[in-house]
């Protein structure tokens, strides 16, 4: 049997809203002490039943996983998979035909807050944001290989840095089912190796799929600087695109032999590929004046709203040293990741960094994220990719 958490009188509004989150501040008591991650019952000051959640430690303090009353058992698990996929099989993601890379689960996006699995080929890797699908990954991770009917076959489990550090689990990273060296997947057509060892996030940036595509559409001819390249992504659809050249720059040494590694997979032996680990600000103040298409796709620059008004100086002064370099005609594919960057706070550091450079600037596209990264309609703080693509007279 669940415990109850009780809300304050007029603390469920968000809640009838279908908001995920139960904030700290709106509970006016719980029933016993439950512990962080396990499954708890939302009522209203009147007792009426009005989700169901995890528990956990924080200002947020239940993620709220159902709106009716039901048990959050293996059977959940694998309806609520089930959903998951069913909606990436519809939008033509996970077909398998020249395309096995893809977000399957995308947290409250997808109904499951704290919760991330990719697929990269036979193998998914897992994510936990939360103690409460930490305690649930193994029925998780049996789900995912069930709902794919055995398309997935191994499930790596990857959550020592995401987990709330205080929750002291100890978690290690590793296979929950079964185990592959195949580190290679398909990307519209084309190879990647992913890193989901010691790789950022779950290895591979996959919310940049259709970026990526676009750009690609853009390439040819152009002389291309992929800035914070990582896995060297924009780089390989750039090549495929019929780039002229194409420079690759990240402060990471392990990042520019991956990228390497990529476009060597894809394009042996091609030497219109150079790669450089160096600092992105200092390589643009550096460089001359050759690139006609810049790729600008920093990490995130705010991690909390204390650090936004650093991460804006931080995006203007990026994106005015690439004004400042790009060749006229050029074209600026610029982003944010930060979740508390707005659209525009984003786009408002780029006009400011257009008009420090005196360049007339004009939007061609506005970008986010892909259809398997869904924004819940009642969960808009889901929407935390944005970018703008530039053409600099």
């Excluded at 006229?328 to 550091?349: E, H, M, W, Y």
Aim: aromatic share 10%.
């Amino acid at each position: 049997m669940y415990k109850n958490v009780y809300l304050k009188r007029g603390k469920e509004e968000s809640l009838k809203r279908f908001h995920p989150w139960v904030f700290s501040g709106a509970i006016q008591q719980i029933e016993g002490e439950p512990e962080e991650g396990e499954v708890v019952r939302v009522l209203t000051a009147e007792g009426d039943f009005i989700a169901v959640g995890h528990w956990q430690i924080g200002s947020i303090a239940v993620r709220v996983l159902d709106f009716e009353d039901r048990d959050i058992d293996e059977d959940y698990w694998k309806r609520r998979l089930q959903v998951a996929y069913d909606m990436r099989r519809a939008i033509g993601v996970a077909s398998g035909k020249g395309n096995d890379t893809y977000r399957l689960v995308h947290g409250e996006g997808d109904g499951l807050p704290g919760l991330v699995v990719d697929v990269y080929g036979k193998t998914a890797v897992m994510q936990a944001h939360s103690v409460g699908m930490h305690c649930a990954r193994h029925e998780v991770a049996g789900a995912v290989v069930g709902v794919t009917c055995g398309a997935v076959e191994n499930v790596y489990y990857k959550s020592e840095t995401t987990l709330p550090f205080k929750a002291d689990l100890g978690q290690e990273n590793g296979f929950i089912i079964g185990g592959s060296r195949d580190d290679v997947a398909v990307e519209n057509g084309l190879k990647f190796h992913i890193d989901w060892l010691k790789g950022q996030k779950t290895g591979f940036f996959v919310d940049q799929r259709d970026n990526r595509s676009l750009l690609e559409r853009y390439a040819k001819g152009r002389t291309v600087l992929n800035m914070f390249c990582y896995t060297g992504g924009f780089s390989v659809y750039a090549m495929r695109g019929g780039a002229a050249s194409v420079h690759s720059v990240d402060s990471s040494s392990k990042a520019v032999d991956l990228t390497r590694a990529n476009v060597e997979l894809n394009f042996p032996g091609d030497a219109r590929h150079e790669a450089y680990a160096e600092d992105a600000f200092k390589f643009l103040d550096a460089m001359d004046s050759r690139y006609d298409l810049i790729v600008l796709d920093p990490p995130a620059f705010a991690k909390h709203k204390d650090a936004l008004r650093q991460a804006l100086k931080g995006y203007t002064r990026l994106n005015a040293k690439a004004f400042s370099k790009i060749r006229p005609g050029g074209i600026l594919f610029t982003f944010s990741c930060s979740q508390v960057v707005s659209k525009d706070n984003f786009r408002t550091a780029v006009f400011t960094a257009a008009a420090q450079s005196g360049r007339k600037v004009r939007i061609l596209h506005q970008l986010h994220q892909p259809a398997d990264h869904p924004v819940n309609i009642y969960h808009p703080e889901g929407e935390y990719l944005k970018g703008l693509v530039l053409y600099v007279e």
